[in-house]
């Protein structure tokens, strides 16, 4: 088993196979359908129409908001890992599992949740004019949008900054302040650094999922809000453009890889130090 | 006294954030009155609508049996090929580590629709089958990222000593090498079966006409609005959840618990 190098390749071939037929080849089909017509002819069209207006709005929207997104997540989750990492509690892992329990809960539901809460006669208008507070109208905007993205991705971005905080030294930090440094000193000088492969980790597993969504703009943007998701979603299942729409995935891949190559990156250098 | 004070704040209003959308579905599940808004006081009856619904009961089959078995495929071939990797050249190693990743770092829209290309391009009907191939490809990686870990721990020392006292192959393996990385294999058998629970996007590119899941078929309804059967689904839904939580919580410490003691 640990030795024979034979009988190891026989062992990992169902796997290399099944991988070859089920991920290599369709990722190679995204490519030929991209750069091909309708004829089977070679084109840069498809990936070219990414330029065009309607398309470009919907790329630079996305962008925008899965940016925004990745920003308040990041926000939001720093300070939660300090908090729990710092703790003294004898249950840290109990608590952290109550902090990242609704990710293991359907998505669409909690997406679905959402839509409650915000509807025009939704749960909290409800509550804001019984309050004679003036009522909210955040459904179908992009806002309702970024909303959806920050409660569906925040435990991806919880999860590994709470790991790589606390995983740093207690002496460190002690041994930081001891030398003079302030709270906010010993925070951007030390902490921040030594937790930079959490936070690339928890930054591109928000950004991807809310770059390339289409449930949470479809549910809570309405129709109104196409992010690029919306858009390649429409040309696989309405229109049957497969070029088109693998032209337009190619587009996504590049943000992909760029992703995937500073986690690289960033792992890499991480082993080194 | 006040930054402690000032943490307990911050912490509660994360979990209101996070529970608050769970808990009012939850509520609403109970409520008599279609309204959202309106409380028109306590009732079962979106839970005997539930039960009654032939298309949702389908379709929560149809989930269980994709998870269960794809869950159960790619812990096999998982396993197996971890096993396959330690005797590997390092560079082959890499090689298969880089496919592995693939999907996991892949957008999910774009392994959708490259899986959908496939089946379409090669004339094979979407509905069951190619769910189930779509969802133990996406479910094996999960599976190695769970037994590698555990696998490298292992000595092969024990491993071979049992050969050299006359057991097979398998029969070493099955006894020195599998009570060892056991706890890594249920806990990478768990996060498929959930991942597979939980999976829309892949899903909804490759399960063609007529054949749904939850999450699939959660997403066509809830286009055209809102059912209250829905709320009582995610509550049901929500319990599981804790409760499979809880099990997979204390399965690989019993599967540790039970290793020592024999």
């Not at chain 1, 109990?94 to 990710?103: K, V």
């Not at chain 1, 208008?125 to 569906?152: D, E």
């Not at chain 2, 496939?118 to 191939?133: E, M, N």
């Not at chain 2, 006292?165 to 990385?181: E, H, M, Q, S």
Request: hydrophobic share 55%; net charge positive; with cysteine.
């Amino acid at each position: 088993m640990f030795n024979s190098r034979k009988a190891s390749a026989g062992l990992s071939s169902p796997y290399v196979a099944w991988m070859t037929i089920f991920i290599i080849v369709p990722l190679l089909m995204v490519f030929y359908f991209g750069l091909t017509d309708a004829g089977g002819a070679f084109t840069f069209a498809n990936v070219a129409s990414i330029a065009s207006p309607e398309h470009l709005k919907s790329l630079l929207l996305a962008l925008e908001l899965s940016f925004i997104s990745t920003v308040i997540c990041f926000l939001i989750a720093y300070p939660l890992a300090l908090i729990l990492a710092h703790s003294r509690i004898s249950s840290q892992g109990l608590i952290i599992t109550i902090f990242i329990l609704p990710m293991w809960m359907n998505f669409l539901l909690r997406t679905m949740a959402w839509m409650t809460l915000l509807e025009g006669t939704g749960v909290i208008n409800t509550i804001l004019s019984f309050l004679h507070l003036p009522t909210q109208h955040i459904i179908n905007t992009p806002a309702a949008i970024v909303l959806g993205m920050v409660y569906n991705f925040l435990p991806f971005m919880i999860l590994p900054l709470y790991n790589a905080v606390s995983r740093i030294d207690p002496a460190v930090i002690e041994a930081a302040r001891d030398l003079g440094a302030g709270r906010f000193q010993t925070l951007w000088k030390i902490t921040l650094p030594l937790s930079a492969g959490g936070i690339i980790s928890g930054v591109t597993m928000v950004f991807i999922p809310a770059l390339t969504t289409f449930a949470i703009s479809t549910l809570l943007g309405g129709s109104k809000v196409l992010l690029i998701g919306n858009v390649i979603e429409s040309y696989f299942m309405l229109s049957y453009d497969v070029h088109l729409g693998s032209g337009l995935s190619l587009v996504l891949m590049v943000f992909i890889i760029i992703n995937m190559v500073v986690s690289a990156v960033s792992d890499a250098k991480e082993q080194t130090d | 006294m006040a930054r402690k004070t000032f943490e307990k704040i911050y912490m509660a209003v994360i979990l209101v954030f996070m529970y608050a959308p769970i808990v009012t579905m939850i509520v609403l599940s109970f409520n008599e009155s279609k309204s959202r808004a309106k409380w028109g006081g306590f009732s079962m009856k979106w839970y005997q609508a539930l039960f009654h619904d032939s298309a949702i009961m389908r379709a929560l089959w149809n989930t269980l049996s994709v998870a269960l078995i794809s869950a159960l495929i790619a812990t096999v071939i998982g396993t197996v090929t971890c096993v396959a990797l330690m005797g590997l050249k390092s560079k082959s190693r890499a090689v298969i580590m880089g496919i592995t990743n693939i999907p996991m770092i892949n957008a999910d829209i774009v392994t959708g629709i490259s899986l959908m290309l496939l089946f379409q391009v090669i004339g094979f009907k979407r509905g069951f089958w190619t769910v189930l191939i779509s969802h133990i490809t996406f479910n094996i990686p999960f599976v190695m990222l769970s037994v590698l870990p555990r696998l490298k721990q292992v000595e092969p020392s024990v491993y071979e000593a049992a050969q050299d006292l006359g057991a097979t192959k398998v029969y070493a393996f099955r006894k020195t090498v599998l009570p060892d990385i056991m706890p890594g294999v249920i806990s990478g058998a768990l996060m498929a079966f959930t991942m597979s629970l939980d999976d829309f996007i892949i899903t909804y590119f490759t399960k063609g006409v007529g054949f749904d899941t939850l999450s699939t078929k959660i997403y066509a309804s809830v286009k055209k609005g809102i059912q209250p059967e829905i709320y009582a689904l995610s509550a049901i839904i929500f319990v599981t959840v804790l409760l499979l939580l809880f099990f997979s919580d204390r399965i690989p410490k019993w599967a540790n618990k039970n290793k020592q003691e024999t």
